[in-house]
T-cell receptor, first 114, second 115 residues
Framework: AQKITQTQPGMFVQEKEAVTLDCTYDTSDPSYGLFWYKQPSSGEMIFLIYQGSYDQQNATEGRYSLNFQKARKSANLVISASQLGDSAMYFCAMREFNAGKSTFGDGTTLTVKP | DAGVTQSPTHLIKTRGQQVTLRCSPKSGHDTVSWYQQALGQGPQFIFQYYEEEERQRGNFPDRFSGHQFPNYSSELNVNALLLGDSALYLC??????????????FGPGTRLTVL
């Protein structure tokens, strides 16, 4: 079974609007972390936000927030007030701490329209 | 504060050759992980080095090997290159005093093309 599923290959959003990128995960490890990364066309993977499996509150980092629903095994990324520079590929990733393994989804390409 | 650096930026090899990619972790980091990212896909975990030993390994053949030096820098070696090894190779570093829990920061990657 896929450990990380990103069901949206591509998304469009109007500049200044909010957008949600979906991510669902599958693990039996009770201790894990969920990450979102942004990869512009230059190729470098840029860390955006982290949510631990035991964290009680949803993570936020500036315009990025993570909508963590543990029972549904989802960890959606919300980007508020989209900017043209947000256009990039976005990857959801999971680190299973006991197994020590990291798994990435296939990514979502976000295009911000002016 | 220097981030993760990788060299070379680009590399072209032919089938059957061997290649070595290099990574210097972010200052203060002691753990290095390597990933292979094929075009249009997410990164695939190759292995992780901590305290100069391979700590975890993904589903990659023995042709892929690595090394970590006392200064925490790392090398990825790939022997007997195949066309399918063409990809972006990403190095990520983290600080892991208790194991695997810290956030990984990525380098710019090495683009390997096998002809």
């Amino acid at each position: 079974a896929q450990k990380i599923t990103q069901t949206q290959p591509g998304m469009f959003v109007q500049e200044k609007e909010a957008v949600t990128l979906d991510c669902t995960y599958d693990t039996s490890d009770p201790s894990y972390g969920l990450f979102w990364y942004k990869q512009p066309s230059s190729g470098e993977m840029i860390f955006l936000i982290y949510q631990g499996s035991y964290d009680q509150q949803n993570a936020t980092e500036g315009r990025y927030s993570l909508n963590f629903q543990k029972a549904r095994k989802s960890a959606n990324l919300v980007i508020s007030a989209s900017q043209l520079g947000d256009s990039a590929m976005y990857f959801c990733a999971m680190r299973e701490f006991n197994a020590g393994k990291s798994t990435f989804g296939d990514g979502t390409t976000l295009t911000v329209k002016p | 504060d220097a981030g993760v650096t990788q060299s070379p930026t680009h590399l072209i090899k032919t089938r059957g050759q061997q290649v070595t990619l290099r990574c210097s972790p972010k200052s203060g980091h002691d753990t290095v992980s390597w990933y292979q990212q094929a075009l249009g896909q997410g990164p695939q975990f190759i292995f992780q080095y901590y305290e100069e030993e391979e700590r975890q390994r993904g589903n990659f053949p023995d042709r892929f090997s690595g090394h970590q030096f006392p200064n925490y820098s790392s090398e990825l070696n790939v022997n007997a290159l195949l066309l399918g090894d063409s990809a972006l190779y990403l190095c990520a570093s983290s600080f892991s005093p208790s194991g695997n829990t810290d956030t990984q920061y990525f380098g710019p990657g090495t683009r390997l093309t096998v002809l």
